[in-house]
Nanobody, 122 residues
Framework: QVQLVESGGGSAQTGGSLRLSCTAS?????MAWFRQAPGKEREGVAAISHGSSGTLYVDSVRGRFTISRDTVRNTVDLQMNDLKPEDTAMYYC??????????????????WGQGTQVTVSS
């Protein structure tokens, strides 16, 4: 059982930046960030494979967010720049050791963190 702990959420103004971090209890090949706003379904934001060999972003954050990982420390970070009010959501870290390719489908990830809140004000 992989345990994931997120940190780094908080409040920012439009155009600001925040950095989320997730620490895993053990190494997993695929890691990702998802988010869920009130009344909306959980949405995949970014995913990364082993050694940062592959990354995947949802269109709405591409060019603004950057996912990265440290395979020694078992961490995955999400650098969020040029934040917008529509980025407001609970952000979740997810991981899975066995997925057929990078994906932003929440159904493919077996392990989840508790979430960290990101609030962007206009």
């Amino acid at each position: 059982q992989v345990q994931l702990v997120e940190s780094g959420g908080g409040s920012a103004q439009t155009g600001g930046s925040l950095r989320l971090s997730c620490t895993a209890s053990e190494y997993t090949y695929y890691m990702a960030w998802f988010r869920q706003a009130p009344g909306k379904e959980r949405e995949g934001v970014a995913a990364i494979s082993h050694g940062s060999s592959g990354t995947l972003y949802v269109d709405s954050v591409r060019g603004r967010f950057t996912i990265s990982r440290d395979t020694v420390r078992n961490t995955v970070d999400l650098q969020m720049n040029d934040l917008k009010p529509e980025d407001t959501a609970m952000y979740y870290c997810a991981a899975d050791p066995d997925i057929y390719g990078l994906t932003l489908s929440s159904q493919e990830y077996a392990y989840w963190g508790q979430g960290t809140q990101v609030t962007v004000s206009s």
